[in-house]
């Protein structure tokens, strides 16, 4: 399995970005995907995941603005980010795991075992 995040970039307080995530050798109907973020000097912090069979679930520092989906097609998982602001700053990591995490454990980052490398998001006010 290998994760690919891209999709990183500056963008004004306001817009909207959206961030791929392409994962070879995972399939999507027995995987939890999700994404995480983490700021300048903060720990790393649970953003979004998305399960087959499942209702996406956010962290409630985006719920509303941000969502989450898959094209299995493209193999690829998005994170899609409206209004964002400028605490929304940090790098962007895709995580998996080839199991169906429980709702109450998909924030838990010891539960994935395969990472991306991270894309930068720079929100300017």
């Known amino acids: 399995v290998q994760l690919q995040a891209s999709g990183g970039g500056l963008v004004q307080a306001g817009g909207s970005l959206r961030l791929s995530c392409a994962a070879s050798?995972?399939?999507?109907?027995?995987?939890?995907m999700v994404w995480f973020r983490q700021a300048p000097e903060k720990e790393r912090e649970f953003v979004a995941a998305?399960?087959?069979?499942?209702?996406?679930n956010f962290a409630d520092a985006v719920k509303g603005r941000f969502t989450i989906s898959t094209d299995r097609a493209k193999s690829t998982m998005y994170l899609h980010m409206n209004v964002v602001k400028p605490e929304d700053t940090a790098v962007y990591y895709c995580?998996?795991?080839?199991?169906?995490?429980?709702?109450?454990?998909?924030?838990?980052?010891?539960?994935?075992?395969?990472w991306g490398q991270g894309t930068l998001v720079t929100v300017s006010s």
């Open positions: 050798g995972v399939t999507f109907s027995s995987y939890t």
């Open positions: 995580a998996a795991t080839r199991r169906r995490i429980i709702l109450s454990q998909v924030r838990i980052e010891g539960e994935y075992d395969q």
């Open positions: 998305i399960r087959s069979g499942g209702s996406p």
